[in-house]
């Protein structure tokens, strides 16, 4: 799963991928939800 987690200099989003090992999709989903709050990102491209 990949997150959006900040703009780069030029306005580029820039991502952070995130994995689970197979049948951890509900782990995965949990972890993202947390990393996107920690994260605050909000900013739309462009």
Known sequence: MTLP???SPEGL????QLSARP????????AAREVEKLLGF???PG
């Open 5 to 7: 987690a900040a703009l």
């Open 42 to 44: 909000d900013t739309q």
């Open 23 to 30: 049948m951890a999709d509900a782990a995965l989903l949990a």
């Open 13 to 16: 989003p820039l991502g952070l």
